[in-house]
């Protein structure tokens, strides 16, 4: 009987983020990505959202390495915290590597891990899994397929992939290897993308978005070209940087990400061109617009970033005016069109023409959709099938998509956050809920799961708080002071200094009849009562009622 193999997924199915999977056999433990998701708008403050890490405090010394598929967020934007806790070897590629230095540099931790490169093809022993990794294409450079032959043959995880077929860097998804490690060794189960399963057809290539680009360019001579992207997307930063060179243009960028990444992409030989085309953003100015581009961070419209800057006139490196074309080669993630939409307004009324990708397929999806995994299920051919990476619509949709294709419906295992699947000699089997699968939150120096902080904060932010202040003294049965009333962000102006003074008469009325009748024994009770129905009967809000009491 060979040793059975279970597979604990600590976030990614059920969201797009968070994607970490702890692959565990002959008590060693694997992971597969530590990724980030991005808070909604019900987790105020919370900056992002980390997979369950507590499952593998338990198991911290069993931790033989990390397996980086891609340098996308919700793959390794995990690491810094994981590696305050834990420790243990990283496995990626150069670009992913050189993604990962730089946030675990920034966090300190840097001294917590090795770094190990891993190329096309390469096979390698991480603990006692016998890994295999097959070049893939998405929207980053140098995604990899894991092939990780286990006691119970081989798992099969796709990494984030679409079929690109006419990649810009010419590295196409390996599928003959699929296909040979299929027809020898078979593959046992199939971990797979299912973030575009309910979309029929397939994801156009990148390299037609390059020639969407070049006609923008060569439509907009003496214009200032400002083209926002990701910034880890290289191979569309070099389709916009091949436009600009064309036609002659400089290019500078703008935003640390993206000069980063730019410099990174650079040094390793993903993203080419001629030294002479490079300036830098502080030289943009002594261009004419028509001999420069720049291509920036923000696609997303995020508040802070250089694009939304420039947006409002806050950016200390471009002022966006008439002569600008500003191009948004990106979709809004779902959660940020109102963002992107009011960058757009800000950018349009500062003169600007804008281009975005409703008007024109200035980008492209880097997830394949339904024919391109039948296309993937078809050749890897698994005995069974789990789908990952997506919210539960699309691991339903995934897993019909992989019956309707003959799968038996006992072998397509649905599985969520915090679940157990079993690999062994019977079969593939959901254990259930072996930990609590949870978010956990960061914000700042902290790591959070308490989800009633944000009741808290919602109301907080919709309503205000107000300080209800009672100095009594109980012997005496009297108060010693007016109570004071003090609130913020609950009524504006000088409506909010009245209310607070007919509030603190309110409260002093029922706290002297509660002295008085003796009824003072929870005072904290009586005051935020007193203080909660004046508040609503003069406003009719509900600002969160804080009440302290200080007693002699
Ligand atoms: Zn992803
Ligand atoms: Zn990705």
């Known amino acids: 009987m060979a040793d059975p193999v279970q597979i ?33 708008e019900d987790m105020p403050g919370a900056e992002f959202v980390l997979p369950d890490l507590e499952y593998l405090r338990d198991r911290a010394d069993r931790i033989v390495g990390c397996i980086c598929t891609h340098g996308h967020e919700d793959h390794i934007g995990s690491l810094p915290h994981a590696l305050e806790w834990l420790s243990f070897p990283i496995y990626a590629s150069p670009f992913t590597l050189g993604l990962i230095r730089n946030r675990l540099e920034e966090r300190g931790v840097i001294d917590r891990t090795t770094l190990n490169s891993i190329g096309d093809h390469d096979r390698l022993r991480i603990g006692s899994f016998d890994c295999e990794f097959i070049p893939v294409t998405h929207s980053v450079p140098s995604g990899l397929i894991s092939a990780i032959r286990t ?72 214009r200032r070209l400002v083209v926002a992207a990701f910034s880890s997307h290289v191979h569309r930063v070099q389709q916009v940087v091949d436009a600009a060179v064309e036609s002659g243009r400089k290019v500078a960028t703008l935003g640390l990400s993206m000069k980063r990444n730019f410099a990174l992409a650079r040094e390793l030989g993903l993203l080419t061109m001629p030294d002479h085309a490079v300036i830098d953003v502080a030289d943009v100015d002594r261009y004419s617009p028509g001999q420069v581009c720049v291509v920036s961070t923000g696609s997303q419209g995020e508040t802070r970033s250089a694009l939304a800057m420039a947006a409002t006139g806050d950016s200390r490196w471009i002022d966006i005016g008439p002569d600008d074309t500003v191009v948004l080669s990106s979709t809004p993630i779902p959660g940020n069109e109102a963002r992107v939409a009011r960058m757009i307004n800000n950018l349009v009324d500062r003169g600007a023409e804008v281009v975005h990708s409703g008007q024109l397929d200035v980008h492209t999806t880097g997830h394949g959709k339904q024919d391109e995994l039948r296309t993937l299920h078809t050749v890897a051919d698994p005995e069974f099938f789990v789908p990952v990476h997506g919210e539960v619509r699309h691991l339903v949709a995934h897993a019909d998509l992989a019956m309707k294709m003959g799968m038996a419906a006992d072998r397509v295992v649905l ?25 956990f939150f960061v914000n700042g120096q902290l790591i959070e799961n308490d989800r009633d902080l944000f009741g808290e904060r ?10 209800v202040v009672v100095v009594v003294n109980r012997a005496e049965g ?75």
């Open 8 to 40: 604990t997924f600590l976030g990614g199915l059920g969201d797009i983020g968070r994607n970490c999977a702890a692959i565990e056999s002959r008590g060693e433990v694997l992971l597969l990505d530590c990724g980030i998701l991005f808070p909604d």
């Open 151 to 222: 006691s119970q043959g081989v798992v099969l995880h796709s990494s984030d992939f679409k079929l690109d077929l006419n990649p810009v860097d010419g590295r196409r998804t390996d599928l003959a290897r699929i296909g040979a490690i299929s027809r020898t060794d078979g593959v046992r189960l199939l971990l797979c993308d299912s973030t575009n399963s309910e979309i029929p057809g397939s994801s156009r290539s990148e390299t037609e978005v390059g020639e969407v680009l070049r006609g923008v360019f060569a439509a907009h001579p003496g």
């Open 415 to 439: 599985a969520r956050d915090g679940e157990q699947i079993e690999l062994s000699d019977s079969g593939l089997a959901n254990r259930g809920k072996v930990t609590s699968g949870d978010y």
């Open 458 to 467: 919602s109301i907080l932010g919709s309503h205000g708080v107000v300080n």
């Open 478 to 552: 009297r108060l010693l002071a007016r109570p004071r009333f003090e609130s913020k962000g609950w009524v504006g102006g000088d409506a909010a200094k009245d209310l607070e003074s007919l509030g603190a008469d309110e409260v002093a009325a029922a706290v002297e009849e509660g002295l008085a009748s003796g009824e003072d024994g929870d005072l904290e009770r009586l005051v935020r009562r007193a203080a909660g129905q004046f508040v609503n009967h003069n406003t009719g809000r509900r600002p969160m009622i804080v009440p302290i009491i200080i007693e002699f």
